[in-house]
């Protein structure tokens, strides 16, 4: 397929129900956090636009950091393999860790994260995620925060792409296959 063409979807959420959704995780994490001040940590770049939202429905003091991580080596398909680059910055011993993910799926990502961030001996870390694929689940995985479960489809937009694509639409749309 070129990549010029526009797959087609179908609208899954709307920005609207994104954007309640995000306020009640907000809200939840403003309160479970209060006296904590936790440090977001971003998996780019599915992450970009769902936590800056976020971080602007937490109403109690965090940190941002980021770092790159993807077991979507090429199409729709996670692969067992992850690959990483970067990382915090600030030192997370003894702070509360929130990972901020677009979506989880398979849970390889989440997993090699937690094995990392754990080494720096952090009090504690929780998974957020706008976007949960339970479906796809290959490994077990706790995830604190979630918006919305969204079966085994291939979704794009809100930040989630198709070869680095559509991350800027507003809202969820899912992929239909052309078959």
């Known amino acids: 397929m070129n990549s010029s063409e526009l797959h087609k979807f179908e609208l899954l959420l709307p920005q609207n129900q994104i954007a309640k959704a995000i306020s009640e995780l907000g809200r939840r994490i403003s309160e479970d956090y209060r006296d904590k001040e936790p440090i977001l940590i971003g998996v780019l770049k599915g992450c970009v636009i769902f936590m800056a939202d976020l971080a602007r429905e937490i109403s109690i003091p965090i940190e941002m950091e980021f770092i790159s991580a993807s077991s979507y080596i090429n199409g729709h398909t996670p692969e067992n393999k992850v690959d ?13 860790i929130l990972i901020v993910e677009g979506v989880v ?13 754990g080494k720096m001996e952090p009090a504690s870390i929780e998974i957020v995620t706008l976007l949960d694929k339970s479906k796809c689940r290959q490994v077990e995985i706790d995830i604190k925060y979630r918006g919305f479960d969204v079966g085994d489809d291939f979704v794009i937009g809100y930040g989630l792409d198709e070869d680095q694509k559509y991350r800027n639409l507003p809202f969820i749309g899912k992929v239909l296959n052309d078959k």
């Not at 990483?84 to 509360?96: E, I, K, Q, V, W």
């Not at 799926?105 to 961030?117: A, E, M, N, R, Y």
Request: net charge neutral; glycine share 20%.
């Open 105 to 117: 799926d398979s849970g390889h990502t989440v997993q090699t994260l937690i094995g990392k961030l």
């Open 84 to 96: 990483m680059y970067g990382g915090p910055d600030t030192p997370l011993a003894g702070r509360h």
